[in-house]
């Protein structure tokens, strides 16, 4: 099945603790054209875990959405797509993560070390969910072998693939070799998403001209500010670079709160997150990281 046709370049990357809907939406609202539920454990979800499928919450306004399952179990992984994908444009396998945690339960990037393994997760799922199944992937687990991976994929029927390239061994080290993301782009017959070290509309540019990927990922940049979204496609239409106001900096959390978030320990974390950079930020970063609940953000952040 094909990846759906986004509207612009722009898609908001998978995060755990950041990509709830209430976030997700708020990256809509900036331009983002596509975005993903965090990785979510596909035993948790054929276990009924409520905070699991609690995760995979979602409604009309956002679409196109992905969910994106961890697991190694061919067998669970369908069980647990089959169960939750009808709201779904895309069903996408982590094999990127390269926590610890993951990796030591052979989920996430691990996956990558077993060629016969992710064969048999794509062409289960692909035959068996009416949805495009689609891989999001590091550049190989110690080594680089993105370029044989893909082959892999592709051919077991992988719809689309992203691509951070970094490996699991570099964590978040280095950089993103962009010119590994040409080479799959390159060799491969599906849209490619390039990810990784996207930063503003100026490397965002950079990341297209130079690897020629479909569309462009964007992560942590994102998380810290949603309003790059806007930024980036101002940039694409107008090749003008928008600068954000200190108001509509501020204005960002509140625009989350009206989303419909509740969990407060998500909007907490954001309310830390959008005030990174700003000028004499350290107190009143430091009043918010103790705060105790939704009133007491908005009045630290109102002063
Ligand atoms: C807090 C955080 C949580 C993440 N969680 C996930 C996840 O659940 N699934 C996933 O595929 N990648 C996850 N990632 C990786 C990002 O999707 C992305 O690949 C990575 O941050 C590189 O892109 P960037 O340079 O734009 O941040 C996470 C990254 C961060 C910073």
Redo the contacts with the bound molecule.
Sequence with gaps: MEFPKLKNKLIL??????TSLPFRLLCRNYGASMTYT??LSALAITRDSAKTLDMAETNSTDSPVGL?LFGRNPDILLKAAKKLYKPFDVIDI?M??PSKKIVKEGYGSALLKEKDRIKKIISILSKNIPRPITV?MRSGFKKVEALELIEIMENAGCSAITI?ARTQEQGYSGK?DWELIRKVKEKSSIPIIG????VDPISAKQILKQTKCDYIM????A?NNPWIFKQINTYFKTGKIIEQTFKEKLNLFQTYLNQGETNFKLLRMRALDFTKGLPDSHNLRNTLSRAKNIQEINSILKK
């Design positions: 990357a998978p995060m755990a603790e950041v965090e990785q994106q982590n990127g993560c999001k951070h993103s990810n990784g070290d996207v964007i992560g942590r940049a998380r």
